[in-house]
């Protein structure tokens, strides 16, 4: 019982010194930059992209699962899963270009 003790406060210390990710912070700022884009014409719209995109992978046997958005980069990573192994495309969000594609 005390060895129980001692591997839950070990547990609770590692969790505790674990940084507060920011990434619900940085995804808001990427969603701005993403809306602020397509409202200044830089950026093409979402749906866009994945209209050009999501058929051509499905036809593969891909199935989409979501995105993300770099706003520095401006490129939106679509993320698919096949066969058990996850497929990254990333597509320039001005021209709607696939520029790679790797996983799976």
């Known amino acids: 019982m005390k060895m129980f003790g001692v591997l839950l406060l070990g547990a609770t210390l590692a969790v505790a010194a674990t ?7 940085d995804r808001r700022s990427d969603q701005e930059a993403a809306r602020k884009g397509r409202e200044e014409g830089r ?3 979402l749906r866009a ?4 995109v999501v058929p051509y992978m499905v036809k593969k046997g ?4 979501g995105f993300d958005f770099d706003s520095g980069t401006g490129i939106y990573t679509l993320k698919f899963l096949r066969d058990g192994n996850v497929i990254w495309v990333d597509v320039d969000g001005r021209t709607g270009q696939v520029m790679s594609r790797s996983g799976g």
Not at 19 to 25: E, G, H, R, T
Not at 49 to 52: G, K, L, Q
Not at 62 to 65: E, S
């Open 49 to 52: 992209i994945e209209a050009r």
């Open 62 to 65: 891909a199935q989409y699962i």
């Open 43 to 45: 950026l093409l719209p």
């Open 19 to 25: 940084p507060v990710d920011a990434a619900p912070q």
